[in-house]
C-alpha cells in the first residue's frame, strides 16, 4: 500500500481552481464535485477520483466527491504544492 500525505488547504483550493477551468475549457457550465470532467495534457492528468502531476509523478486522489477522504502521494510543502499547479495552470492555458 503506498503511503498518503494530507493535503493543505491552499493546494486544495488550487485543485479545484485547476479543475474549474478544465470544466470552463470543456464547455461545461460549472464543476461537479462529484464527476470532474477528463483532461490531459503533457504536464497533468485529471479525471474523476484522480489528478497526476507527470513531471514529478505525483497522485492526488479522493472518494466519489472533489475533497472527501483527499490524499497525495507525496508529502509536499506549500510552496511546492502552488508550483506544481501554477505549472499545469500554464500548461492548461498553453503559457511558457
Do not use: H
Not at 65 to 75: H, K, M
Request: glycine share 2%; charged share 25%; hydrophobic share 35%.
Amino acid at each position: 500500500m503506498t503511503e498518503q500525505y494530507e493535503i493543505f488547504r491552499d493546494p486544495y483550493r488550487m485543485l479545484i481552481l485547476l479543475a474549474t477551468l478544465v470544466s470552463e475549457q470543456k464547455g461545461e457550465q460549472a464543476l461537479q464535485f462529484d464527476n470532474v470532467p477528463y483532461y490531459e495534457n503533457e504536464t497533468f492528468l485529471i479525471q474523476n477520483e484522480k489528478f497526476v502531476y507527470k513531471k514529478v509523478p505525483t497522485e492526488i486522489t479522493w472518494f466519489q466527491f472533489l475533497g472527501r477522504n483527499i490524499a497525495c502521494n507525496q508529502d509536499y510543502s506549500r510552496e511546492e504544492y502552488n508550483k506544481m499547479f501554477v505549472d499545469c495552470l500554464a500548461s492548461l492555458y498553453q503559457i511558457k
